[in-house]
């Protein structure tokens, strides 16, 4: 570090990727990335970080990101659900990096469940 503002510059980076992943209110968009270990195993950590990133990116202040447990689909993971306020959760699998910057473009951003990443039995509407 250089200066005092760089110091600044750090620390306000690091607070936003912190509340990113504080609970948000019953109105926000909660998204969960299933970080078992057979879910880190799979690439959760970085499929988060994707996650995390695009919603940083995009500015979007109504969502945030859970790290939860096992969410029962191992053959699937990654795993990423989404849970919109007043609606059925949408499971996603086999989520990579580039697939969770598209299911925040898609799914967040423009509200349109990315068919092809839903795991076959999961319950959602649209």
Known sequence: MK???ELKEIREKAQKKIDLRKLGDKDDIKIMVGM???GIA???RGTMESLLEEINKNSIENA????VGC???CHCEPLVQ????NK???LYGNVTSEKASEIIKQ???EGKVVEALVIEGSVHKN
Request: with cysteine; proline share 8%; net charge negative.
């Open 82 to 85: 989404v849970n919109y306020p």
């Open 71 to 73: 969410m029962g689909q």
């Open 88 to 90: 059925e959760p949408v």
């Open 42 to 44: 799979a690439g959760a």
């Open 3 to 5: 200066s005092l503002e």
């Open 64 to 67: 945030y990101v859970v790290q």
């Open 36 to 38: 078992g270990t057979c």
């Open 107 to 109: 799914h967040i951003l």
